[in-house]
């Protein structure tokens, strides 16, 4: 059951910090990525040995949404040289 951590009643940084404690590896997948908030966590994970399957792999970026994609290859003002007719058609099907 998803738990919901409203930074109020529950705060995120705690219950990573409690996933973290009983865990020997971690994958994450942000969007955004704070140095601040990765202090509160570091001494947590740096308990880890470390090596294949007992690290921490962090994943950092945002996914353009295919219709956005589009929009911006498809603009005159961006400085794109274009896009061709087979790029644009997998981008509308996706």
Known sequence: MPRILDNINE???TA????IDISYRGDFCVGYFNLR?????????????GGQNR???LLVGMQRMPQDELHRMLSIT?????????????????
């Not at 990573?16 to 996933?19: D, E, F, I, S």
């Open 11 to 13: 705060h995120l940084v």
């Open 16 to 19: 990573l910090k409690n996933t």
């Open 37 to 49: 908030g990765w202090k509160q966590i570091a001494d947590h994970i740096d308990q880890w040995s």
């Open 55 to 57: 690290c921490c792999r």
């Open 78 to 94: 961006n400085g794109n040289p274009g896009i061709d007719n087979q790029t644009a058609l997998r981008l509308k099907k996706r």
